[in-house]
């Protein structure tokens, strides 16, 4: 399991540093995971290392690069 969430967070953080801030659903449409829980744990593995700052706009989760 440590295997897959590194391997997501790795997915996330290309995402963010191609894309620039993105809304959750944006997010993790461009990285093609597909069940939550999964998304949630590389946004916990990346934010535990201090390289995400998270912003609600309107309701919405958004995610960006430190």
């Not at 996330?12 to 959750?24: D, I, T, Y």
Request: glycine share 10%; aromatic share 10%.
């Amino acid at each position: 399991m440590i295997e897959l969430i590194g391997t997501n967070a790795g997915l996330v953080w290309n995402a963010l540093n191609e894309g620039g801030k993105m809304s959750f659903k944006a997010l993790k449409k461009a990285t093609k995971i597909k069940a939550e829980k999964d998304m949630y744990a590389a946004l916990g593995w990346l934010a535990k290392e201090g390289k995400l700052a998270f912003e609600e706009i309107n309701g919405e989760m958004y995610v960006s690069l430190v």
